[in-house]
């Protein structure tokens, strides 16, 4: 059973910097996509990064310039660097992972971005 756990999230002001982590337990997901989701409330979830496993990267147009997906495999890890933070950035983060034809989701993690 894959499992993806997400941190990394809190409470900072905007312009300020946060680094999310998800680790995957259950599965090596080296040769896998994997990525960030978000959903701020009221809206529905709305992809932010992703990245390959030859590490090319996909970004939404609002984080990039601001934002890096990395990927350490040896430590089964995605981080998202997250910088010049807005207060529309504000969502619960979640880490997926596509194995096959499915697709895994961390639990979230909150990340609020204060005026």
């Known amino acids: 059973q894959v499992q993806l756990v997400e941190s990394g999230g809190g409470l900072v002001q905007t312009g300020g910097s946060l680094r999310l982590s998800c680790v995957a337990s259950?599965?090596?997901?080296?040769?896998?996509?994997i990525g960030w989701f978000r959903q701020a409330p009221g809206k529905q979830r709305e992809f932010v990064a992703n990245?390959?496993?030859?590490?090319?990267?996909n970004y939404r147009d609002s984080v990039r310039g601001r934002f890096t997906i990395s990927r350490d495999n040896a430590k089964n890890t995605v981080y998202l660097q997250m910088n010049d933070l807005k207060t529309e950035d504000t969502a619960v983060y979640y880490c997926y992972c596509d194995i096959s034809i499915r697709r895994y989701w961390g639990q979230g993690t909150q990340v609020t971005v204060s005026s």
């Open positions: 259950g599965s090596t997901f080296s040769s896998n996509l």
């Open positions: 990245i390959h496993s030859s590490g090319s990267t």
